[in-house]
């Protein structure tokens, strides 16, 4: 049963008709999931109300309008999705709208309803215009609430939809600002690489332009193939640690200038560590000389250890430095090269992106 300090916060949450046309007033004009998640604690004359996000089968609170503590919750908070009333929901073992949470014996034995002692529960799905579910818009009472019906249901999804129209454009913004935080470091590393060594920034672009077109004979996603386009113009940074002697040097390397030369997968994924935007492209450059078969550097990674955007460029990487003259060795031909790459796929290179570069020359 419901205590006399409860019954006193329900009685507050019932609407005030002109307060709430005010309200909606607002949220038309400024937009964002607080607002929406106050508004349909208001309407609906709720204790709390609150908007989660679902994360590796955990329920995490990100936004909470209300008397979340008489509930345990507050934003942030945690719980595990199995024994929750929105995954039950989800699953079709319970209704969106539970007006009388006690009264019903699929929900009175429930762990929630006494840890949290919830009277009424209503929740819906937010899902963003993917397809991809982000999670719940819900409100809960101590006391049932035996008024809620099907247009309260209906309410709520109208709010989903506007929690989750919020969400993709904070995600959008935040790619944005991503994307320009990527090309000024891009542009900044380019620029000193240049200034070390033209034959490198030369020979990274060109990389990039087939690294992307073979993404794309792949099939991969944009991310993907943003991903292997930033990771082939940079994919040799890392040499801008290389002494000159050994970089330039117009003949074979000794072992000692190749354990040094090996290192600058390593330099490469410390600067891009510590470079705004461009973090998630670490991994990728370190993995950027690992074989296939398993004897590469610096980690022997093999087979599908090696991230995707590393064995692409890897390979593109590999054709274009064979078809290119250097200090120690003329360029090979077009016909050779080709016959190396199909030589090594399933040795030195992924077998899939070497079918994929020899598709993409084909084409012309």
Request: net charge negative; hydrophobic share 40%.
């Amino acid at each position: 049963m419901a205590s006399d300090r409860t019954r006193v916060v329900a009685s507050s949450a019932i609407s005030d008709p002109r307060r709430d046309v005010a309200e909606l007033g607002d949220l038309a004009i400024a937009p964002s999931v607080e607002r929406a998640v106050a508004t349909v604690r208001d309407f609906l004359g709720m204790d709390v109300a609150y908007a989660t996000e679902f994360v590796d089968g955990q329920q995490h609170f990100r936004v909470l309008r209300g008397d979340g503590d008489s509930f345990g919750m507050h934003e942030g908070l945690e719980v595990p999705l199995a024994h929750s009333y929105c995954q039950a929901v989800l699953d079709g073992r319970l209704p969106n709208l539970m007006p009388d949470v006690h009264g019903d014996e699929r929900t009175a034995s429930m762990p929630a309803t006494e840890a949290a002692d919830i009277g009424a529960f209503a929740t819906v799905s937010i899902t963003l215009s993917n397809g991809q579910l982000y999670g719940t818009l819900c409100a809960a009472s101590h006391s049932a609430q035996p008024s809620l019906e099907f247009r309260d249901l209906q309410f709520l999804h109208v709010f989903a939809r506007i929690v989750a129209d919020q969400i993709e454009r904070a995600q959008q913004q935040e790619r944005g600002r991503t994307l320009e935080l990527r090309a000024n470091a891009t542009s900044t590393l380019l620029a000193a690489v240049g200034a070390r060594d033209g034959y490198t920034g030369a020979h990274s672009q060109a990389v990039l332009d087939l690294a992307v077109r073979v993404a794309e004979r792949l099939g991969l996603d944009e991310h993907a193939i943003d991903q292997v386009r930033h990771a082939a113009l940079l994919h040799d940074i890392g040499k801008i640690a290389i002494p000159d002697a050994i970089l330039n040097k117009p003949g074979p390397l000794t072992s000692e200038e190749w354990e040094v030369m090996r290192t600058h997968p390593i330099t490469s994924e410390e600067i891009i560590r510590s470079a705004g935007g461009l973090q998630e492209l670490a991994p990728v450059l370190r993995a950027e000389h690992e074989r296939w078969d398993g004897r590469g550097y610096p980690d022997g990674l093999s087979g599908e250890q090696i991230p995707l955007a590393s064995r692409i460029t890897f390979v593109c990487d590999a054709y274009h430095a064979m078809t290119s003259d250097r200090p120690y060795r003329s360029a090979l031909s077009v016909d050779v090269a080709r016959k190396q790459i199909a030589d090594e796929a399933g040795n030195q290179f992924c077998p899939d992106c070497a079918h994929a570069l020899l598709a993409v020359l084909a084409d012309g």
